[in-house]
Nanobody, 124 residues
Framework: QVQLVESGGGLVQAGGSLRLSCAAS????????TGWFRQAPGKEREFVAA?????????FYADSVKGRFTISRDNAKNTVYLQMNSLKPEDTAVYYC????????????????WGQGTQVTVSS
């Protein structure tokens, strides 16, 4: 079992930045690929970013966040981060981190563990 707890969400103006953190506990974190997803009101959950397990050498981003968001992980701290820059009102959503037993995963059903989510609100 892996437990995930997100933090760092909040209210920010358009153009601003936030850094989300996801602290993991339980099994060896480096053995899991990690990802971030988001869900806006009335919309389906969508993929944001993912990083491969272990060294995390491979990353993927949704086109909508490419160049603005950066996923990173610190295996020593069992933590994955999502640095979000140049935020837009359309980035407003609940953001979830997730862990997958696969080497790399971009689809929600490929993830085994999920956090409770943290709200990000971007005002115009």
């Amino acid at each position: 079992q892996v437990q995930l707890v997100e933090s760092g969400g909040g209210l920010v103006q358009a153009g601003g930045s936030l850094r989300l953190s996801c602290a993991a506990s339980g099994r060896t974190f480096s053995n899991y690929a990690t990802g971030w997803f988001r869900q806006a009101p009335g919309k389906e959950r969508e993929f944001v970013a993912a990083k491969s397990w272990s060294g995390g050498a491979v990353t993927f981003y949704a086109d909508s966040v490419k160049g603005r968001f950066t996923i990173s992980r610190d295996n020593a701290k069992n933590t994955v981060y999502l640095q979000m820059n140049s935020l837009k009102p359309e980035d407003t959503a609940v953001y979830y981190c997730a862990a997958s037993g696969k080497v790399l995963a971009r689809r929600g059903y490929e993830y085994d563990y999920w956090g409770q989510g943290t709200q990000v609100t971007v005002s115009s």
